[in-house]
Structure formats: C-alpha cells, structure tokens
C-alpha cells in the first residue's frame, strides 16, 4: 500500500529539485495508486480518491512554483565573442606575451622602412575606390580591353558617373592621388617619392599562389631627368636591403596602359645557385611590374610630361615574404590560424 501523505512530500520535494518540474506530473506513482483502488474496500474509495486529487493538486501547484521560480534564476553571462571555450571552467586566455604582429604586418613595416630610408613617404591606400582612380586617371579609358585583366571586385551601388565602386585591384589606384598631393615637391625643386603598401583585391580562382585578398606596394618617383636606370637601380637596391645580399635582376618588356615603356622585373633567386623549389629551378623570379609614368597619367595629375619624368613600380608583398619565410600555400596568409601565425 502507498501512502498518499508521504508520497506527497516525496514528489513536492522532487519538483523542487528538478530542472524540469512538469515531469513530476507523470511520475509512475501515480500509476500504482490507481492501480490499487480495485482492492480497497468499496466505502473507502471515495475517500481515498479525493486524497489522491489533493496530492495532484498539491504537486501542480509545486510544479507552477517551481516553473516561476526557475525562470527568474540569473544564468551566468557569457561572453560570446571570447577567444576561448565557454564551456571551460578556468579559460584559457592567450597572454598578451604571446602575441606577435601579423607576419604581413612585420613585413610591410619593413619594406616601409627600406624606402623610407631611401627617401620615400609612405601613404595608405583605401579599400573601396572609383573607377576614376582605378582606371581613367591611369590611362585605361572607357572601353580599354586592358581593364578586362583586373579581375575587379564591383560593388552594387554606383558612383556619381553610374559606374560600380571598386576593390581596388591594385595600390596604382592611388597613383593620381600622390601625385596631385606631393606636386607642390616639382616646384621647389624636389622629388616626388612616395610608396603605398596596401591592401589588394582581385576575384581569382584561389589556389596555392592566388588568393583574392593581398598586398602591394606602389612605388612613385617623379622629378626632372628621371630615366629607367634609375627605375632598376631604386628596385634593386630595395630587393637586395630586402634579402640582406647582392642580387642580380633582369628587366623583360611588358604592357601596363600607366607606363611607357613598362616592364617585368625579375630578380636572382636569393635562395640557391643553381635552381630550386622557390624558383621553380629556373633561378629568377618574375616579381613586379614597372614602367616609366605614362605622360597621360602625368597629365591627369596636373604635372607637365615635358619637364618631368617619372617611374613606378607595384610589387606583390605576400610573394615576397612567402618566400622569405618558405611558406608554401599564401592562403596561409589570411587564415587567421594561430598554429601558422605563432610561428612567426
Ligand atoms: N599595378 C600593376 C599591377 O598590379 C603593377 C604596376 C605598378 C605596373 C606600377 C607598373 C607601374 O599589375
């Protein structure tokens, strides 16, 4: 025989433990009372059904108590934006000891500084530009084929011409901007220099040497007498500060619309003698592009071709320090995987 008064409390007390109270009220028990009332006595059933009523309504009340109070309970707050596992007792935060600048970052710096020692400011680029910068100031206009090779990322929204802005697909886009900017330099006299390490976009298919988002850096030097010796010289010297050794480089012809002439730079493979994984065992590597400043590109920054010359140079800064550091797939690069970028 159940009873019904000390069942009572069992159950209550089990309401007031659970996490989910409402379950009570299928509690088996209730089951084996019913299953008793056939073998009590007929004039004892009706009294023995209202107790039975009473314990129900009792744990149903419990049961509302029990749902109120549980929804007033505070939970502890999680930060959901913590680089750890919430769930972890004791989080394991990364010491700041431990962090280190992004190896592009390192790198950029000191490409930067290279320069700027060589005379050079440095500017920043943007990441979203117009199509007046990234191709009609550079000699590309309406219609040129040659803007079909840039693999342009276009937003949805138009500029005030109804043309898509742009990702800029290379740092050139800034090539009118520097040059408008450092004019005042001409008329007294002094060089235009200025380099723009940045941030690239183009839609490729991604693979262990392609990837949509890189770096460059544009390099603009623009003064009386400026001749493609000078051009070669600067890089050179820049690519030989870089590796830390004396290098030879080859200049090839190439096409870019913002340069006349323009060429492909290659340089000696600082890494082995006689061919290797790096250079694909052909001991150069092909690594810029770079040209005399177009005198339409002068022009559209107000400068005056007959009176001043000027070279340029766009450098692909994610090849540079893949090869420095021997990474081998530049996805790497934008991961954002601590196991790659602790070892840096
Ligand atoms: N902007 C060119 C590119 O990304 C490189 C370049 C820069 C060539 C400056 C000439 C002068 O392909």
């Known amino acids: 025989m159940i009873d019904v008064e000390s069942l009572k409390e069992k159950l209550i007390a089990r309401v007031h433990a659970s996490e989910a109270p409402a379950e009570v009220a299928k509690a088996p028990e209730f089951r ?3 299953a008793q009332i056939p073998s009590l006595p007929p004039e004892d059933r009706g009294d023995f059904g209202k107790r039975v009523n009473e314990l129900k309504k009792a744990v149903d009340d419990a049961i509302g108590q029990r749902k109120a109070e549980l929804a007033t309970v505070a939970l502890p707050t999680i930060d959901v934006t913590a680089p750890f596992d919430v769930n972890s007792s004791e989080p394991l935060l990364l010491p700041a000891s431990q962090g280190t600048l992004h190896p592009l970052t390192q ?21 979203i530009d117009d199509q007046f910068h990234m ?4 000699n590309f206009p309406k219609g040129h084929p040659a803007r079909d090779d840039y693999d342009t990322f276009m937003t949805v929204e138009t500029d005030q011409d109804g043309d898509p802005l742009i990702a800029p697909a290379h740092t050139s886009t800034m090539q009118n901007r520097v040059l408008k900017k450092y004019q005042g330099n001409l008329a007294q006299g002094e060089a235009i220099a200025v380099v723009v390490p940045d941030r690239t976009f183009r839609n490729e298919d991604l693979d262990a040497r392609h990837e949509h988002t890189f770096y460059q850096v544009e390099g603009v030097y623009v003064a009386k007498g400026v001749h493609a ?5 600067t890089l050179q010297k820049f690519l030989e500060e ?11 012809p190439f096409y870019f619309p913002f340069t006349e002439p323009s060429f492909e730079f290659a340089l000696e493979c600082p890494f082995c003698e006689d061919g290797c994984s790096v250079c694909s065992h052909s001991k150069w590597i092909e690594l810029l592009g770079c040209g005399m400043i177009h005198p339409n590109v002068l022009a559209a920054a107000g400068i005056d071709s007959d009176e001043f010359t000027g070279f340029a140079f766009g450098c692909g800064i994610d090849r540079l320090v893949m090869m420095k550091h021997n990474i081998e797939d530049i996805r790497h690069l934008e991961s954002a995987k601590l196991n790659f970028l602790r070892q840096f």
């Open 242 to 252: 870089y590796y830390g050794r004396s290098l030879n480089v080859r200049v090839n």
């Open 229 to 233: 010796g000078m051009l070669v010289a």
């Open 107 to 127: 790198e950029i710096e000191r490409v930067s500084a290279i320069f700027n020692r060589m005379g050079f400011v440095t500017e920043q680029s943007r990441e």
């Open 32 to 34: 084996e009372l019913y």
């Open 135 to 138: 191709f009609e100031t550079l």
